[in-house]
C-alpha cells in the first residue's frame, strides 16, 4: 500500500517568516495530494490541494508543489501569523478517495 | 464542521464495554469515513462506505463495526472496548471528487 512520509514533525517559525513541510510518497499512481489544517480541538480541514497534471498552486499566503518525478510535495507558507499555529497533515491518494495521511506537523508561531 | 457532527464528543468507558459512536452529515454526500487518530501516527482509515449498502474495511477494521443507517449516517462501534483502543476518532464525509471533511471528532478514554 501507500506509504507517505512528513517532515518535520514539529516547527518553530518566527511570525513573519515562512514555513515549510514536505512529504514524500511510494505509490507512483497518486494524483491528488491535499493538506489539512487541524486547530486544537478541531477536526481537520482542507487548506489546500493539487492534483498531479499541476506542479504548482497558490491561495494567498499558502502554496503546495509537487515534483511527481521525485515522489513529493511541499506546503508553504509565508508571512506566518500566530493563527497558523496548528498541526498540518499532508495526504495522497490514487484516485479512489482513500486517503493515507502523513504523520502531522506541528507548527508553532513565535510572536 | 457544523455540516458534520459527531456524538458524543468525549466519552470514558471500562475495558469489555460496547460503544457506538454516531455521525451524522447534512451535506448531502455519499461518502463516509471513519478514522483514528493516535499521537505520532496520524489519521488512519478504520472502515468507509461509499453509499448506503456499500461497506468496506480500511486499514485498522480489527475490533470495530459500522453501520450505515442513511446517507446521512455512519456509526462506529466497539464491540468490546480495550485501552488501546483509546484515541481520537474521526468521521469524514465526501461526495466523489476526493476532498473529504471532518467532523470535529470524538475522545474516547477506554479505562
Known amino acids: 500500500g501507500e506509504n507517505v512520509e512528513q517532515h518535520p514533525s514539529t516547527l518553530s517559525v518566527q511570525e513573519g517568516d515562512s514555513a515549510v513541510i514536505k512529504c514524500t510518497y511510494s505509490?507512483?499512481?497518486?494524483?491528488?495530494f491535499p493538506w489539512y489544517k487541524q486547530e486544537l480541538g478541531k477536526g481537520p480541514q482542507l487548506i489546500i490541494d493539487?492534483?498531479?497534471?499541476?506542479g504548482e498552486k497558490k491561495d494567498q499566503r499558502i502554496a503546495v508543489t509537487l515534483n511527481k518525478t521525485a515522489k513529493h510535495f511541499s506546503l508553504h507558507i509565508t508571512e506566518t501569523q500566530p493563527e497558523d499555529s496548528a498541526v498540518y497533515f499532508c495526504?495522497?491518494?490514487?484516485?479512489?478517495?482513500?486517503?493515507?495521511f502523513g504523520t502531522g506537523t506541528r507548527l508553532t508561531i513565535i510572536p | 464542521d457544523a455540516d458534520v457532527t459527531q456524538t458524543p464528543r468525549n466519552r470514558i468507558t471500562k475495558t469489555g464495554k460496547r460503544i457506538m459512536l454516531e455521525c451524522s452529515q447534512t451535506?448531502?454526500?455519499?461518502?463516509m469515513y471513519w478514522y483514528r487518530q493516535d499521537p505520532g501516527l496520524g489519521l488512519r482509515l478504520i472502515y468507509y462506505?461509499?453509499?448506503?449498502?456499500?461497506?468496506n474495511k480500511g486499514e485498522i477494521s480489527d475490533g470495530y463495526s459500522v453501520s450505515r443507517q442513511a446517507q446521512a449516517k455512519f456509526s462506529l462501534s466497539l464491540e468490546s472496548a480495550i485501552p488501546n483502543q483509546t484515541a481520537l476518532y474521526f468521521c469524514?464525509?465526501?461526495?466523489?471528487?476526493?476532498?473529504?471533511?471532518f467532523g470535529p471528532g470524538t475522545r474516547l478514554t477506554v479505562l
Open positions: 469524514a464525509t465526501s461526495s466523489g471528487t476526493d476532498t473529504q471533511y
Open positions: 505509490d507512483s499512481a497518486s494524483n491528488y
Open positions: 493539487i492534483r498531479s497534471n499541476v
Open positions: 495526504a495522497v491518494t490514487p484516485g479512489n478517495e482513500k486517503l493515507t
Open positions: 451535506k448531502g454526500h455519499d461518502r
Open positions: 462506505s461509499f453509499d448506503v449498502k456499500d461497506i
